[in-house]
């Protein structure tokens, strides 16, 4: 079982850009999944979840209004568009499945992560 994360990049203030994490080995059609970002020296923090079929999402609120989770199951694909980017959003991306039907902020929720994409945002 694999997530693949991709779609990183170096970008400026207030460019956009989409993730995109690709699973394979499963379906993930019965799983809440989740993007989360890590700077190093920092814990893994929480960026946005979206419930099994769609249907809930949720945010943290640094990246309300600016960031959107979405997921195509027919294609067993997570994505997340980030618009209006900020430096502060410069971080490694992970796309994580959890073992609920629902997402939540808590990362021992999730028991399968992607590798990670860099995310790097210049002033």
């Known amino acids: 079982v694999q997530l693949q994360a991709s779609g990183g990049g170096v970008v400026q203030t207030g460019d956009s850009l989409r993730l995109s994490c690709a699973a394979s080995g499963r379906r993930f059609s019965n799983n809440g999944m989740a993007w989360f970002r890590q700077v190093p020296g920092e814990e893994r923090e929480f960026v946005a979840g979206i419930s099994w079929n769609g249907g809930r999402t949720v945010y943290a609120d640094s990246v309300k209004a600016r960031f959107t989770i979405s997921r195509d199951a027919s294609k067993n694909m997570l994505f997340l568009q980030m618009d209006t980017v900020a430096p502060e959003d410069t971080a490694v991306y992970y796309c994580?499945?959890?073992?609920?039907?629902?997402?939540?902020?808590?990362?021992?929720?999730?028991?399968?992560w992607g590798q990670g994409t860099q995310v790097t945002v210049s002033s």
């Open positions: 994580a499945a959890s073992r609920f039907a629902v997402s939540s902020r808590q990362s021992s929720d999730y028991n399968y």
